[in-house]
């Protein structure tokens, strides 16, 4: 049997959009990918989801607005990053919720880490680059371009991808403090959290995005898909 891997979309302008990226990444890991419709129920479609589904990937987005770490310096979101559409949060909140409780796997990409984080509880920098000190860009639209992640010794991540692996850089968003049963196992130079992980493995995310980085992100699928595979 093919693990069935659910993929989120995003909304634009009343469509549900998905970079190609993504479906090619999961079916080279040999996983089976399904996008996921935003219906209006959304609890009850997670229920579905959840108990049809053998993993999930949370793709990349725009802003997460739960959790976030704001200051007399920064009240609200910064203005070059949009806030997600509430008819996508509200889907993706539900369904990833139910994920949380297990036992299945589940792989969050940029967004989609930021949103695992805080659901568990932890917080979120609205703008790393303005309330982190010591920030270096780590978006384009700031000049940003590609850095190293070095993982922590004997993590998933490590043992997934290697102790340090190049990656891209498209965020302006990161992680505050780890929300409950995450743990930060990669950083980039600078200190800010690129990869967390939970649950011996099963939850597993990471602030870039390895649907693009071709050969080198191939095994962070496979490593969910594998688990899609036990847990099934």
């Given at each position: ?14 469509e ?29 479609m ?10 999930l ?25 949009d ?16 994920f949380?409780q ?22 979120i ?14 978006s384009?639209?700031r ?23 190049e ?27 690129e ?19 071709g ?9 969910l898909v ?7």
């Open positions: 049997m093919i693990p069935l891997i659910g993929i989120t979309t995003s909304l634009n302008d009343g549900q959009r998905i970079d190609l990226a993504y479906v090619r990444a999961v079916e080279a890991a040999g996983g089976m990918p399904l996008l996921l419709p935003m219906t209006r129920d959304v609890a009850a997670a229920e579905q989801y959840a108990a049809r589904l053998h993993g990937v949370v793709t990349g987005g725009p802003a997460v607005t739960l959790g976030l770490v704001v200051d007399a310096t920064l009240p609200t979101l910064p203005a070059d990053i806030p997600t559409h509430p008819i996508r949060e509200a889907a993706d909140r539900a369904l990833l919720a139910r949380l297990g036992p299945k796997p589940v792989l969050g990409i940029c967004y989609g880490m930021q949103l695992m984080n805080a659901l568990l509880g932890g917080t920098y609205a703008d790393v680059q303005r309330q982190r000190p010591d920030t270096r860009a780590h384009p639209k000049g940003g371009t590609t850095h190293p992640v070095h993982h922590s010794p004997g993590s998933t991540m490590a043992h997934v991808l290697g102790r340090h692996v990656v891209n850089t498209r965020h302006l968003q990161a992680i505050g403090t780890c929300g409950t049963g995450l743990e930060a196992t990669g950083h980039a130079p600078d200190g800010v959290i990869a967390l992980e939970g649950d011996a493995g099963r939850l597993m995310g990471v602030q870039y995005h390895p649907e693009r980085l050969p080198v992100g191939v095994p962070l699928f496979e490593h594998r688990c899609a595979a036990a847990a099934a």
